[in-house]
């Protein structure tokens, strides 16, 4: 019979042990969730626990959207609120500040309550600590890339160090030969 068989056996992506999860899988999730046609710069899972207890996955895009600075006073579409895996507003734009409207995402809250509507939702405390937890998250990963490409630059730059070192020491060595030649042509003159 049918109604005896589960049709979904899947955990949401959010839900499942990030060790369980591939690369791949971000991926796959980003691009459905956000339309990209690229994968993701980078990405933050986990799960906040304390006064309120979510979990949550951020997303970091390779390029900044078409309309970032145009759309700044408008509805931010960056992270979509869930509780208890049902989804609440796709348009929640609460829980960043309109500076990070670049991350995308997902937020599953089981301490929220289902049935309230947008306006009390707003007003509740534990949205806040939730906002704070997600700024704090995000700051933090963009931190993290920023020392990355640091640490990439001051590698590039040691290599062109190295690299012009052993240019000048080959020019150095090239020089002592022309004059090692040259003495030696000029001792073929005296004789």
């Known amino acids: 019979c049918i109604r005896d068989r589960l049709i979904n056996d899947q955990k949401a992506i959010w839900l499942r042990n990030k060790e369980d999860i591939e690369e791949e899988d971000y991926n796959k999730f980003y691009k ?4 990209d046609y690229d994968t993701p710069l980078d990405y933050v899972h986990f799960q906040a626990e304390g006064e309120v207890e979510f979990k949550s996955i951020l997303f970091i895009p390779k390029h900044a ?3 970032m600075f145009d759309n700044y006073q408008g509805k931010s579409n960056s992270l979509k609120l869930y509780v208890r895996r049902v989804l609440i507003n796709e348009q929640f ?3 960043m500040p309109r500076y990070l409207n670049f991350i995308k995402g997902i937020v599953d809250s089981d301490d929220l309550p289902l049935n309230v509507n947008r306006e009390s939702l707003q ?3 534990m949205l806040k600590v939730m906002s704070r937890k997600l700024v704090r998250k995000a700051i933090e990963k963009i931190k993290d890339i920023a020392e ?3 640490e990439d630059d001051d590698e590039e730059e040691e290599d062109k160090q190295k690299e ?3 240019e000048e020491t080959r020019e150095e060595r090239s020089e002592e030969e022309r004059a090692k030649e040259a003495e030696k042509e000029k001792e073929k003159e005296k004789k």
């Open 164 to 166: 012009k070192a052993k």
């Open 123 to 125: 007003q509740l405390k």
């Open 65 to 67: 959207p078409h309309d």
């Open 32 to 35: 459905s969730l956000t339309r």
């Open 93 to 95: 734009e609460d829980l």
């Open 148 to 150: 990355e490409a640091e």
